[in-house]
């Protein structure tokens, strides 16, 4: 029974994980704009003493110093997180945080995986003694590993789309060159991320949630980037892989290694993979 409860509590936080997604675009642009300093006088002190007192549970001081200094920064940044007169957006922008020091702390400067609590705890004791600051310990958890990796596919997968709105927006000649390599970069995570949602790979719907996000992504980029594109012309159209045109070398191995029924979606795949030499072709000039 405890194992019962255990599971289903798991199961709804996993759901719940997912839920700040639905502002990503704000969280993004705030991130970019946290991680493009070292640098924040206000966190020097909390953030030095942090790293004394959490230092058996780091690797890296220097770059857990200036992850410190990052997150106040970005609390700071984020009015939803610092007050609880709306509810709901408090609650997503309390998710949003837990990803980003989660992510952050344990991509490049924790002993092991078990240290994040006992890391983040280092933080928040040097911070929440002050009226300024309320981020509470019961908002920050250690997100399971395999949660974890799939909400970094999605943030990435909206990072890039946030890059390539950015382009569009702008009108550069100059920025339109980087649409092939950003749409090209976006085909990778986007691989990585519908195969975990492949039937075979998704046995119990275990991934459900994230695949509902996945495919919320999918509408999202089909709908307001493929009409900005289009809407630009030859010209961009062929500095831009959409995600139906995306080679999936997984694919590609599997057909080759399969039967000769295997052949037929083979065909496909390489038909994708011309048009996409086309248009590298076309980038750099050739003929």
């Known amino acids: 029974m405890i194992?019962?409860?255990?599971?289903?509590?798991?199961?709804?936080?996993?759901?719940?994980n997912y839920e700040f997604f639905k502002n990503i675009e704000n969280y993004i642009e705030k991130a970019i704009s946290a991680e493009s300093t070292t640098a924040y006088p206000k966190?020097?002190?909390?953030?030095?003493?942090?790293?004394?007192?959490?230092?058996?549970?780091?690797?890296?001081?220097?770059?857990?110093?200036?992850?410190?200094?990052?997150f106040i920064n970005l609390y700071d940044s984020l009015d939803d997180c610092k007050s609880r007169s709306n509810i709901d957006s408090y609650r997503k922008c309390s998710k949003f945080l837990n990803y980003w020091i989660n992510f952050k702390l344990r991509e490049?400067?924790?002993?092991?995986?078990?240290?994040?609590?006992?890391?983040y705890n280092g933080i928040e004791s040097q911070f929440t003694s002050t009226v300024e600051y309320h981020i509470s310990l019961n908002k920050i958890y250690h997100i399971d590993k395999d949660?974890?990796?799939?909400?970094?596919?999605?943030?990435?997968?909206?990072?890039?789309?946030?890059?390539?709105?950015?382009?569009?927006?702008?009108?550069?000649?100059?920025?339109?060159?980087?649409?092939?390599?950003?749409?090209?970069?976006?085909?990778?995570?986007?691989?990585e991320a519908r195969y975990i949602c492949n039937p075979e790979n998704n046995?119990?719907?275990?991934?459900?949630?994230?695949?509902?996000?996945?495919?919320?992504?999918?509408?999202?980029?089909?709908?307001?980037i493929y009409k900005?594109?289009?809407?630009?012309?030859?010209?961009?159209?062929?500095?831009?892989?959409?995600?139906?045109?995306?080679?999936?070398?997984?694919?590609i191995?599997?057909?080759?290694?399969?039967?000769?029924?295997?052949?037929?979606?083979?065909?496909?795949?390489?038909?994708k993979v011309s048009e996409l030499n086309i248009k590298l072709q076309i980038l750099y000039g050739y003929q």
């Open 253 to 271: 191995t599997t057909a080759v290694t399969g039967s000769i029924v295997g052949l037929i979606p083979l065909l496909g795949i390489l038909y």
């Open 108 to 119: 490049s400067v924790l002993n092991d995986d078990d240290s994040f609590c006992y890391a």
């Open 203 to 224: 046995i119990n719907n275990n991934n459900s949630k994230f695949c509902q996000e996945l495919n919320k992504f999918e509408s999202k980029y089909e709908e307001e």
């Open 147 to 191: 949660e974890l990796d799939k909400m970094n596919k999605l943030y990435n997968l909206y990072d890039k789309y946030s890059e390539i709105n950015s382009i569009l927006d702008a009108k550069s000649e100059q920025d339109k060159q980087k649409l092939l390599t950003l749409s090209t970069q976006c085909c990778t995570d986007y691989n």
């Open 228 to 251: 900005k594109v289009n809407e630009k012309g030859d010209d961009y159209t062929d500095h831009f892989i959409k995600l139906k045109e995306c080679p999936n070398n997984k694919i």
């Open 3 to 16: 194992m019962y409860f255990l599971l289903i509590k798991k199961l709804i936080r996993n759901i719940i």
């Open 43 to 70: 966190a020097d002190t909390g953030c030095n003493h942090f790293v004394v007192t959490s230092r058996s549970y780091i690797t890296d001081k220097e770059r857990a110093k200036i992850i410190c200094k990052q």
